[in-house]
């Protein structure tokens, strides 16, 4: 490219042969690359990275810049000064000329540097080497960024390269002088993009580069597509939809509509087009909405997506600032945006309203799925821009089912080849009397999936099919593949079907608990780790219990599983199929044969009543929502339900009034409460030899203020079984021997809990590993946990809000402890000697900012932080303490945040963390220097906010030499970049820098700068 980017030749212009070292050679690389293009995979080793940037140590500033713009489109290259790309510890030559060899286009940044030096031309011959051999496809990208077109194909010029690289061949043996001259003839073959020196159409040329560089290379992050069937007319059906649909509103967007029934392939619709529109330039996102995702979360994640603003960025925004973030930025290129699974309830559209509505870039393309056209209809999109998901041909439909029956088997023989249409006929369903029909992709992945248990030859089919049964329920032409289902869940061991169901419903009972009503956000309700929660419920381990939903997904019950995030994701078919099967539609039976029942609006009564034989011998799970209007608890006969398992009884305000008493559920495992105006008293509990978990929630949500006016139910004694306890605005008040049993007890949480005079007494719980007590009534000293030789199994201590406590002394007993945090409790104004606990990682401790009797009187020390060498995370806010302990020897610690400690004075050693990565000094105003921070090559970021710190001048050089450190904060809304020495004024909210000057002559004062804007 020319000026800001015009594609030129290199040279004179001509094109070239790839000059080979032999015409064998040469014929091979042909023949290679016809056999491509006919289809035929070339065998080699995939690349870790498809693109590599090669270039001298002269050009690396820019290159670094490239980096990280071609990393924010989701391609992240082979770059020296990655450890992804060289890790330490590892030879480096080998894995720098593997990657070169391997690679799918090879950006060359040209210069006289890039050509006078050794590593630079070794990977150049490297390139050449790959595309004569192993790896014909290579492209090479030169950027002629030091030398223009001319200067480059300069025979003198290239003369003296050839001398230079003479020379080195003399000394080194990897240096093969003609094989050097032989890459650079081959470069100059290839299209490359031409830098007109002018520094102000630098950044042109940079974007210039990366969209060059996105149009030909697919992210690295994407979903994989591989099993998508009927893509390419998936494509073409789109790309026909966007040429023909005229754009309109604000910025002349394209916004288009598709719909279907659930199941057709909506999602993977978004998914796919997401990996493949690369006219887009990495600027993609799908987002699918839920009745869990609130707008936060999806604005945070286009954010995310699209802005490239960090999770840390935008976690403290609410969604006021986000919508502000999201219309204010200007987009610098077109957009796909796919709004999925919009529902045509007031929360789902007004959702769907908020992103089609924003102004994108021009050229932009916004996408919504639904399940009808008018629900599309609802948020503004015209009824002619709106079509159905494209459909499966009959011969994609029948691989689509071979994939999953025979893992991609083809037959050949009339008999087979007549089951298998048997089979695939059985999933195309009518949509109705004028549209026809239509195979459904979710039904032949369920049935493929079935009839492969019973082997992978149709013959072996066959005998199964009569088992696929219709039911008609709601609608049979909307949801035709319960009949599958059912096939499939019938099939499962009762273990495993009481898994599937109670998965479902717990995702039920959480829907209702997040419902509007509840004022109860995600974040209070805790993301219930649902497989630890499964798995203590199961009596098993975490990881038997991963293996088996690994099971049940492979079984086809299960859409996804998020290790990392402990979450389990199941598709909305299978999910309403569960919820049918627990309210006895799917299947009518007797209420004594039934399983799983979650009574709600419309379903019976019959929980009410008196089981014949007196008992529900079936029942396994019980779920009850909103008792007030459907049931009365009081009349409930507890004892007809001794085999339940899990109970959830989500709103029981105003279902029974007085005592709750729960002894008769002998076998039960879990217990959820919603919701206790009007209960008294919850006892029985003591009695249920097998009940490990138990969460409660009360029913003044958004209660605030004294907790002197605290009435909740009173909670009886707990059973030895139980390992898991979580309440929450429960406003519940215990005796002194509640915990008096509980010896296996795990994990505790307590939030607006009244303790009795006496405090907690947890000294028979003898397991606990993770206590965290918040706005507790009546606690004075720390609760009195089970100490035996010093040492306990608590790993996680938390204790924030509880105004009263003011006695700590035990902590430096609990030597196990790795987490600890202490926050805004009033009263406590000293610490004991923690140095006993070395195993500590993380340690923050923030006294009250509020005024009163006790909060002028602060935390002064930590005595004993000197030996808690371990910490990886350390946060001080609002202490009186005047200095820290000698900080050279905390050779883990990755976070330092110091805030509100305005009579510290410095920070001896802190110049000595090779690992450190944040350090936040604010409103430190005794702090007047800024330590050596040489050493501290992970830093990335540093505040000065509000402090006392002068900058002078070797304090500037040290930090622009600090090679991750971002521009580094002084005000809310400033910053400084020490190496362009530029002082930038930022958006309060977007952080996107909106006017900039230059750094004065140092020293500089920080807290000057409060006056600067």
């Known amino acids: 490219m020319g000026p800001g980017g015009t594609d030129m030749h290199s040279g004179d212009g001509k094109r070239r042969k790839d000059p080979g070292t032999s015409s064998g050679c040469l014929d091979a690389s042909i023949e290679d690359s016809a056999r491509l293009d006919e289809g035929c995979p070339f065998p080699r080793l995939q690349s870790k990275h498809k693109i590599f940037l090669s270039h001298s140590g002269h050009q690396k500033w820019f290159v670094e810049w490239l980096c990280e713009d071609l990393e924010r489109h989701h391609r992240f290259p082979f770059f020296d ?63 002629f960024f030091g030398l223009s077109t001319s200067q480059f194909s ?140 609130t707008s936060d979360d999806l604005l945070k994640e ?15 925004l609410n969604e006021g600032q986000c919508r502000n973030i999201l219309r204010s930025t200007t987009w610098k290129q077109k957009t796909f945006l796919a709004v999925d699974n919009v529902w045509d309830d007031t929360k789902s559209l007004e959702q769907a309203k908020m992103f089609v509505n924003i102004p994108f870039h021009e050229g932009s393309v916004i996408m919504v799925t639904a399940r009808a056209p008018k629900t599309l209809q609802y948020i503004g999109i015209d009824r002619s821009h709106c079509l159905e998901v494209p459909e499966l041909g009959k011969e994609d439909a029948r691989s689509l089912f071979l994939d999953h029956a025979a893992q991609g088997k083809q037959f050949v023989s009339y008999e087979d080849n007549s089951i298998i249409e048997e089979c695939v006929t059985r999933c195309y369903f009518r949509k109705s009397e004028r549209q026809g029909s239509h195979y459904l992709p979710l039904a032949l992945k369920v049935l493929g999936m079935h009839l492969s248990y019973f082997g992978s030859n149709p013959s072996e089919w066959k005998g199964n099919l009569p088992k696929v049964r219709q039911f008609s329920f709601h609608s049979s032409e909307e949801n035709p593949v319960f009949s599958i289902i059912r096939v499939n869940f019938d099939r499962l061991l009762e273990a495993d079907q009481a898994m599937f169901m109670s998965i479902a419903l717990y995702k039920r009972a959480r829907d209702t608990l997040l419902n509007p009503w509840t004022e109860l956000s995600t974040a209070e309700y805790g993301e219930r780790d649902v497989i630890r929660w499964l798995s203590v419920v199961r009596n098993e381990k975490p990881e038997d219990t991963q293996r088996k939903l690994e099971e049940l997904k492979g079984k086809g019950l299960l859409e996804d599983l998020d ?174 021997d509640v915990f008096a049993r509980c010896t296996n007890l795990c994990e505790l949480l307590l939030h607006k809990f009244r303790a009795d005079h006496d405090g907690l ?43 009263t406590i003011s006695d700590v002394s035990e902590l430096g007993h609990l030597i196990g402890l790795q ?44 005595p004993g932080l000197g030996s808690l060498q371990q910490l990886r995370d ?62 501290s090559t992970n830093l990335e970021e540093l505040s000065l906010r509000g402090s006392g710190i002068m900058l002078y001048e070797e304090s500037i050089c040290m930090l622009a030499n600090l090679p991750l450190l971002r521009p580094v904060q002084v005000t809310p809304f400033t910053k400084v970049d020490m190496v362009k020495r530029k002082v930038l004024q930022c958006d309060l909210y977007n952080g996107t820098v909106e006017t900039e000057r230059d750094l004065e002559t140092p020293p500089i004062s920080v807290r000057g700068w409060f006056e600067f804007w």
């Open 81 to 143: 000064k990655r450890p992804s790309s060289l890790p330490k510890g590892d030879r480096f030559p080998e894995l720098i000329l593997e990657a070169a060899r391997l690679c799918e286009m090879a950006v060359v940044v040209v210069s006289e540097e890039y050509f006078m030096s050794k590593w630079p031309m070794i990977e150049l011959n490297a390139f050449a080497q790959a595309r004569l051999g192993s790896n014909p496809r290579l492209k090479i990208l030169p950027l």
């Open 154 to 293: 300069d025979p003198s010029r290239q003369g003296r390269w050839f001398i230079e690289w003479r020379k080195w061949a003399e000394g080194d043996t990897r240096i093969k002088a003609n094989e050097f001259k032989d890459a650079v003839k081959l470069m100059q073959s290839f299209n490359g993009i031409v830098f007109n020196q002018d520094m102000s159409e630098l950044g042109v040329y940079k974007n210039n580069v990366v969209s060059s560089i996105c149009k030909t290379i697919s992210a690295d992050i994407k979903w994989d597509d591989s099993h998508v069937r009927g893509r390419s007319r998936l494509l073409e059906v789109t790309r026909e939809k966007i040429r023909n649909t005229q754009p309109s509103g604000q910025n002349n967007l394209c916004r288009l509509g598709f719909y279907g029934v659930g199941g057709l392939g909506k999602t993977t619709m978004c998914k796919t087009l997401c990996n493949e529109l690369l006219e887009f330039e990495g600027n993609v996102c799908h987002i699918e909405l839920g009745s869990n995702r």
């Open 302 to 316: 286009v954010l995310q997506r699209l802005a490239g603003k960090s999770e840390e960025f935008l976690k403290p």
């Open 563 to 736: 290790m990392e995030s402990k979450s389990v994701y199941m598709h909305d078919l299978y999910f309403e199929f569960a919820v049918m099967e627990s309210e006895g539609v799917l299947n009518p039976t007797r209420f004594n044969d039934r399983k799983w029942v979650y009574e709600s609006s419309g379903c019976s009564t019959e929980i009410e009543r008196t089981a014949s034989g007196g008992c529900w011998e079936n029942l396994l799970v019980l779920g009850v929502e909103e008792p007030s209007v459907i049931v009365c608890l009081q009349r409930v006969r507890w004892k007809c339900c001794s085999n339940v398992v899990v109970l959830m009884l989500v709103g029981v305000d105003g279902g029974m009034k007085g005592v709750l008493n729960l002894m008769e559920l002998k076998c039960l495992r879990s217990l959820d409460l919603v919701g206790f105006h009007g209960i008294d008293k919850i006892e029985g509990l003591e009695d249920l030899e097998y009940l490990t978990y138990f969460q409660c929630f009360g029913s003044d949500l958004g209660i605030h203020g004294p907790y002197s006016d605290i009435h909740g139910p009173y909670l009886g004694a707990l059973p030895a079984s139980l390992k898991v306890l979580r309440s929450r605005y429960a406003r519940i008040h215990v005796g002194s």
């Open 761 to 803: 007494d947890l000294r028979n719980c003898k397991s606990l590993q993770s206590v965290e007590l918040d706005r507790i009534q009546g606690l004075h000293c720390l609760p009195r946990i089970p100490v035996s030789g010093l040492r306990t199994c608590l790993q996680s201590l938390k204790i924030s809000h509880c105004h």
């Open 819 to 862: 987490h600890l945090e202490i926050h805004r409790n009033d009263a406590l104004i000293k610490l004991p000697n923690i140095r006993t606990l070395t195993s500590l990682q993380v340690l923050s401790i923030q006294s009250n900012v509020i005024f009163g009797d006790y909060y002028f009187r602060k935390i002064a020390e930590v």
């Open 874 to 935: 350390l946060t001080f806010f609002d202490l009186d303490m005047f200095k820290l302990p000698n900080l050279s020897g905390f050779r883990q610690l990755q976070d330092l945040k110091i805030s509100s400690c305005p009579w510290l004075t410095g920070l001896e050693g802190l110049g000595d963390l090779p690992a450190l990565r944040c350090l936040l000094l604010r409103d430190c105003g005794k702090l007047s220097r800024l330590p050596d921070l040489t050493k």
